[in-house]
């Protein structure tokens, strides 16, 4: 299986901050990678695919990048509706598709 | 917009068949751009993706509960199941449905979910 590591496992941050998140896989993955905001009681939503393009009607202050192992979720300006966990998850290997283990963001 | 909905039992015992059933509306499981798949997360932790399956019934799943998972579709009735045997208290979790889609070759990702449903397993 293709290990997905998230770091950090939580952040504090203030509205209107920058606020990066990372994603590493255990082997190369391409660019398939994939971000998810869950907000608390709520189903994850798509962000982002491909490691870099935008869902349909998701904020343009969230963008993806990276490719082969490493990838960042970047947050250009933190809002109030932001605050949730992140799950980024690979399709390179469709068996098992995996996920990270999550990033929460916290209001400072 | 595409809804999905997930039902079945609360709460089953142990040992026993977990069984859910995802209903899809404003839209057709009937298609070949898609798979249909179950996901679940224990509380207060991450995902786990379960297994997916194609509106011509091919499945696959995730080899840690392979043994365990049967994923199947009724296309008639718009709507795809999950059944997982021989439960345990480790199995307590929310289970969601999901379309899985494959916007660029390869990539396949979740951009429809249902709301989720706590199984919770308990004697």
């Known amino acids: 299986d293709i290990q997905m590591t998230q770091s950090p496992s939580s952040l504090s941050a203030s509205v209107g901050d920058r606020v990066i998140i990372a994603c590493r896989a255990s082997?190369?993955?391409?660019?398939?990678l994939h971000w998810y905001q869950q907000m608390p009681g709520k189903a994850p939503k798509l962000l982002i695919y491909?490691?870099?393009s935008l869902q349909s009607g998701v904020p343009s202050r969230f963008s993806g990048s990276g490719s082969g192992t490493d990838f960042t979720l970047t947050i250009s300006s933190l809002q109030p509706e932001d605050f949730a966990t992140y799950y980024c998850?690979?399709?390179?290997?469709?068996?098992?598709?995996?996920f990270g283990g999550g990033t929460r963001v916290e209001i400072k | 917009q595409l809804q999905l909905q997930e039902s079945g039992p609360g709460l089953v015992k142990p040992s026993e068949t977990l069984s859910l059933t995802c209903s899809v509306s404003?839209?057709?499981?009937?298609?070949?751009?898609?798979?249909w798949g179950w996901i679940r997360q224990p509380p207060g932790k991450g995902l786990e993706w379960i297994g997916s399956?194609?509106?011509?019934?091919?499945?696959y799943y995730n080899p840690s509960l392979k043994s365990r998972v049967t994923i199947s579709v009724d296309t008639s009735k718009n709507q795809f199941s999950l059944m997982l045997t021989s439960v345990t208290a480790a199995d307590t979790a929310v289970f969601y449905c999901?379309?899985?889609?494959?916007?660029?070759?390869?990539?396949?990702?979740?951009?429809?979910w249902g709301q989720g449903t706590l199984v919770t397993v308990s004697s």
């Open positions: 999901a379309r899985q889609t494959e916007a660029l070759s390869g990539s396949f990702n979740f951009d429809y």
């Open positions: 404003d839209g057709s499981i009937n298609s070949s751009s898609y798979y």
């Open positions: 399956i194609s509106y011509s019934g091919t499945a």
């Open positions: 082997q190369s993955i391409g660019n398939y």
């Open positions: 491909a490691a870099s």
């Open positions: 998850q690979q399709s390179y290997n469709t068996v098992p598709l995996t």
